[in-house]
């Protein structure tokens, strides 16, 4: 279960010359390296003309891990990494988190007959440290978070977000530092960061 994830957060102070959890930008004329900005209604117009489609944002902390293991999912199909806004994000306290600063995420591609996003969000929850206080942990962009597309996604992961505080403060007597809201924009990361460990297995550090 995911109490078995908690660990002791360890401080780690931002690098200007670091990218994404840790890893060196490489210089490259290609065209690998551009971002694209996309917004919530880029996403909706896709996912309403194919209703085999939903999207669902999700952040796990390091985007390299959670992209592994979400597209490893049966019925994910795509996964793309990269920071985005959420628009009245709330934590689970119920507060507004007015200084929400963009966030680390997968964009997450599935197929609503095949994985529900139900299954999505215990899978989400079960498998990294949704517990760890966001003052301690640094980065700021690293962070718990569940940004929908939907309002129907949106009060379905608040439930099962409440589900997890509870269970959270009665193992563990910490609350959740996961935040829910209504994806605004996602801002895709360069080529050379996505499917990350598919490229670079050595990459993943073994103890």
């Not at 997450?108 to 529900?116: I, R, T």
């Not at 299954?119 to 440290?129: G, K, R």
């Not at 962009?141 to 569940?146: I, N, T």
């Not at 193992?171 to 598919?198: C, D, H, W």
Request: net charge neutral.
């Amino acid at each position: 279960m995911f109490w078995k994830y908690f660990a002791k957060a360890k401080k780690r102070e931002p690098t200007s010359s670091l990218t994404a959890c840790g890893v060196k930008k490489q210089e490259s004329n290609t065209n690998s390296n551009q971002t694209e900005v996309i917004s919530i209604s880029d996403i909706l117009e896709k996912v309403e003309k194919d209703p085999s489609l939903s999207c669902l944002f999700l952040g796990m902390g390091c985007f390299f891990g959670a992209e592994s293991h979400l597209s490893s999912i049966p019925g994910v199909i795509r996964t793309r990494v990269g920071k985005a806004t959420a628009t009245n994000a709330i934590d689970a306290s119920g507060s507004t988190v007015a200084d929400l600063v963009p966030l680390e995420v997968v964009e997450v591609l599935f197929d609503p007959q095949k994985v529900s996003m139900e299954t999505l969000l215990v899978s989400f929850f079960e498998n990294h440290h949704c517990f760890l206080d966001p003052e301690v942990y640094t980065p700021k962009h690293v962070r718990s978070c569940v940004f929908t597309t939907t309002e129907d996604q949106l009060a379905k992961a608040k439930t099962i977000r409440s589900t997890y505080q509870q269970m959270s403060v009665d193992l563990l007597n910490i609350p959740l530092s996961t935040v829910i809201g209504r994806m605004e924009e996602f801002e895709l990361a360069e080529g050379g960061l996505q499917q990350y460990f598919k490229k670079h297995p050595g990459a993943i550090e073994r103890k």
